[in-house]
Every structure is written in C-alpha cells, then in structure tokens.
C-alpha cells in the first residue's frame, strides 16, 4: 500500500492537532499500523502503533493518556489525535504500515512510509 500523511501544522503547547493517514492500492484492513516521528537531529522513533482491527494500542510512555491511535478501515485511514502537546512533540510524524502482521510494537517490522507531515508546538 501506498500512504500519504496529512494535517500536520502548528500548534501552541497544550493545544491539540489531528493527523491522519490515507492508504491507497490496497486494503488496510488486516495489517499493523504505527506513527512514527523524528525529531531535528534525532532518531526515527516509534511512537504508536495499532492492530489490524483497531482493538490493541501500543504507546511509548511519553505520548501515553495524550495521544490516541485509531484507524477506520473502511476509509482506509488511520489517525493520531495529540492533546495536550508539547515543544518536545515537534518532529516530522511518518505514518507506516507492515503488511507481514496484524499487530506489531516491533519498529523494525514496518516497511511501508508515508511522507510524512511536519507538527510544530510553540512554547
């Protein structure tokens, strides 16, 4: 599959920005998907991943009880909502996909990358 990452943007620390991730060329329905993000001068992390059915969650401690994965399958989309955002939440946020389980919390499965979209949180 193919995925696109959109509505990314800035936002004030505290506020809240919704991204999402269109999948195209085929079905998302039966696969793991994650965000992952990379900061300036820093690694690309695993910052939340999703089971094919939207059921099981993974989040890294830091984005715990402020960021919310979710997928609808019938749209082919999945979204990551952030509230309570903070400057260290500023990254470029990739949308990923392994096609090979239906859940994984495991960053070295995800083979498919969106483009990715920037998310800026001013102090």
């Known amino acids: 599959v193919q995925l696109q990452a959109s509505g990314g943007g800035l936002a004030q620390a505290g506020g809240s920005l919704r991204i999402s991730c269109l999948a195209s060329?085929?079905?998302?329905?039966?696969?793991?998907m994650a965000w992952f993000r990379q900061a300036p001068g820093k690694e690309r992390e695993l910052v939340t991943s999703?089971?094919?059915?939207?059921?099981?969650?993974y989040y890294i401690d830091t984005v715990k009880g402020r960021f919310t994965i979710s997928r609808d399958n019938a749209k082919n989309t999945m979204y990551l909502q952030m509230n309570s955002l903070k400057p260290e939440d500023t990254a470029v946020y990739y949308c990923?996909?392994?096609?090979?389980?239906?859940?994984?919390?495991?960053?070295?499965?995800?083979?498919?990358w969106g483009q990715g979209t920037l998310v800026t949180v001013s102090s």
């Open positions: 990923a996909a392994d096609a090979s389980h239906s859940y994984s919390e495991d960053a070295t499965t995800y083979n498919s």
């Open positions: 999703i089971n094919s059915n939207g059921g099981m969650q």
């Open positions: 060329g085929g079905t998302i329905n039966y696969i793991a």
